[in-house]
């Protein structure tokens, strides 16, 4: 059974930085695309970014551009989410999601993965 899970979360001050990750059990990450979601409260769940089976990746929040990396090392069926000049509207539950091989496009919602992790705290506050 597949399963994900998350961890790295935490509480840091504005402009700090944290890595997630994402670990991966029940096959082998090569064979899966990895997204990052994240739902702040009162929030829908937003779709940050993904790393295709074949380690590319792509952004889907404009607001993390420049300052959130995406990468993977299926050796370690781990995938990372560097956050660098982290912002209070950064705060959320972050989510790590998984599908078949390949990232959505364009736009991205949660109904595009099928095995999602339990979520992680981040926490931007001085």
């Known amino acids: 059974q597949l399963q994900l899970v998350e961890s790295g979360g935490g509480l840091v001050q504005p402009g700090g930085s944290l890595r997630l990750s994402c670990v991966l059990s029940?096959?082998?990450?090569?064979?899966?695309?990895i997204g990052w979601f994240r739902q702040a409260p009162g929030k829908e769940r937003e779709g940050v970014s993904c790393s295709h089976s074949s380690g590319e990746s792509i952004d889907y929040a404009d607001s993390v551009k420049g300052r959130f990396s995406i990468s993977r090392d299926n050796a370690k069926k781990t995938v990372y989410l560097q956050m660098n000049s982290l912002k209070p509207e950064d705060t959320a539950v972050y989510y790590c999601?998984?599908?078949?091989?390949?990232?959505?496009?364009?736009?991205?919602?949660?109904?595009?993965?099928?095995?999602w992790g339990q979520g992680t705290q981040v926490t931007v506050s001085s």
């Open positions: 029940g096959s082998i990450l090569d064979y899966y695309a």
């Open positions: 999601a998984s599908r078949f091989r390949t990232c959505p496009r364009a736009s991205v919602f949660p109904i595009d993965f099928a095995t």
